[in-house]
């Protein structure tokens, strides 16, 4: 068993997408990172930071993971899918070929707190039909013990002879999506796939990764190995934990689309111009 390291951080930077939602860009289309395009994080109490939401826009070729803390947010697509992000609900969008969709607060005050993740999809799948799922809270699989609770967005978490699958599966870059909650000092050792991707970040508190120390709002690539070795810091900690298999394709992307090409990234934007994108 080999325990991965740290080889490198992130830390997130501020940004605004959508019609001005403000948020904390963790990664953003960094080669290393394959098969994950972007991760950003929306933390706020004041209104006019999320308000405005994400209004009706296009997507192709990737596809996008939003996991709410706080909050609620309604998206709406062309294909009719209508699903009520509410705290601790998953909404698991894959764009293919194209979708149009919007994804707009359901509140006027409070916290609005949670991530969305872009995975890249294989050139293979990249024209794909569009797809959507919504995972309501219940329907994320839990392992706890008196130490720390996870949860299985995605993937199999693996304890002793206690299995858990996520409620994801099936997804040609095999990912695992945790939400990993750690006590003070606790110790968990979390096993991943020797030859994917696996990045840490840190949300809350502190976390310690065979050894070494990663703190709130610190994004941590890890080298190789079987097993994250986990320690919840004096405060304990909590992170989202990412893994999955790289495509060792070229990317090319151009705002909502992400394709290998430029050529391909070129008809996409006249795809949606003529009304294409979806067809």
């Known amino acids: 068993m080999q325990a991965r390291e740290i080889i490198a951080t992130i830390q997130g930077q501020p940004a605004s997408d959508g019609a001005g939602v403000r948020l904390n860009r963790v990664i953003s289309f960094q080669r290393e990172l394959d098969p994950f395009l972007m991760l950003d994080e929306f933390n706020s109490d004041q209104a006019d930071d999320y308000i405005a939401g994400f209004p009706s826009h296009p997507h192709r070729g990737f596809e996008t993971v939003t996991y709410m803390l706080d909050g609620r947010m309604l998206h709406e697509d062309h294909l009719g899918n209508q699903g009520l992000l509410v705290s601790g609900a998953v909404q698991w969008m894959t764009a293919g070929r194209g979708i149009i969709h919007s994804e707009m607060p359901q509140q006027e005050e409070g916290r609005m707190r949670g991530f969305q993740l872009w995975l890249n999809l294989p050139a293979a799948e990249k024209m794909k039909p569009?797809?959507?799922?919504?995972?309501?809270?219940?329907?994320?699989?839990?392992?706890?013990?008196?130490?720390?609770?996870?949860?299985?967005?995605?993937?199999?978490?693996?304890?002793?002879?206690?299995?858990?699958?996520?409620?994801?599966?099936?997804?040609?870059?095999?990912?695992?999506?945790?939400?990993?909650?750690?006590?003070?000092?606790?110790?968990?050792?979390?096993?991943?796939?020797?030859?994917?991707?696996?990045?840490?970040?840190?949300?809350?508190?502190?976390?310690?990764?065979?050894?070494?120390?990663?703190?709130?709002?610190?994004?941590?690539?890890?080298?190789?190995?079987?097993?994250?070795?986990?320690?919840?810091?004096?405060?304990?900690?909590?992170?989202?934990?990412?893994?999955?298999?790289?495509?060792?394709?070229?990317?090319?992307?151009?705002?909502?689309?992400?394709?290998?090409?430029?050529?391909?990234?070129?008809?996409?934007i006249d795809d949606y111009n003529h009304g294409r994108l979806t067809d």
């Open 130 to 268: 569009a797809a959507y799922r919504d995972i309501p809270p219940e329907a994320i699989p839990v392992f706890a013990n008196a130490q720390a609770q996870v949860k299985v967005v995605a993937g199999r978490f693996v304890q002793g002879e206690t299995v858990v699958e996520g409620a994801v599966r099936a997804v040609s870059t095999q990912p695992l999506y945790l939400d990993i909650d750690l006590q003070p000092q606790a110790e968990l050792v979390v096993p991943v796939e020797p030859g994917h991707t696996v990045l840490l970040y840190v949300f809350d508190g502190a976390l310690q990764v065979t050894g070494r120390s990663l703190t709130k709002g610190h994004l941590a690539r890890l080298g190789k190995g079987d097993q994250v070795q986990l320690a919840g810091g004096e405060q304990g900690g909590r992170a989202l934990l990412l893994a999955a298999r790289p495509l060792g394709e070229p990317v090319a992307h151009y705002g909502p689309f992400v394709m290998n090409t430029m050529d391909e990234i070129k008809q996409a």
